[in-house]
């Protein structure tokens, strides 16, 4: 069984920086792509950011790029993203996303959500 788990979100001023973590857990062979999605109220799940499975890949949707940063710890089976800069639209429920081989299988797993709120 693989379980992610999702932390750091909260509300923030516009301009104010946040650090959301993604943490795997259970039995994990590999993990592959990483990545951050999120989810406005009304509005479809979109992407923010994807990291390859050596880190040295990344990629942005063109609303936060020049202001979020994935990264990963190998050793800890996590992802982060560092959002600075933060704009009112940036108000989300933020989703990680691990392509993970767990046994013989390879298979996406979703974190929880976590809400993310810009607002003065």
């Known amino acids: 069984q693989v379980q992610l788990v999702e932390s750091g979100g909260g509300l923030v001023q516009p301009g104010g920086s946040l650090r959301l973590s993604c943490a795997a857990s259970?039995?994990?062979?590999?993990?592959?792509?990483m990545g951050w999605y999120r989810q406005a109220p009304g509005k479809q799940r979109e992407l923010v950011a994807t990291?390859?499975?050596?880190?040295?890949?990344?990629n942005y949707a063109d609303y936060v790029k020049g202001r979020f940063t994935i990264s990963r710890d190998y050793a800890k089976n996590t992802v982060y993203l560092q959002m600075n800069s933060l704009k009112p639209e940036d108000t989300a429920v933020y989703y990680c996303y691990m392509l993970i081989r767990s046994g013989l299988a390879l298979q996406g797993y979703w974190g929880q959500g976590t809400q993310v709120t810009v607002s003065s």
């Open positions: 990291i390859s499975s050596g880190g040295s890949s990344t």
């Open positions: 259970g039995s994990i062979v590999s993990i592959n792509a």
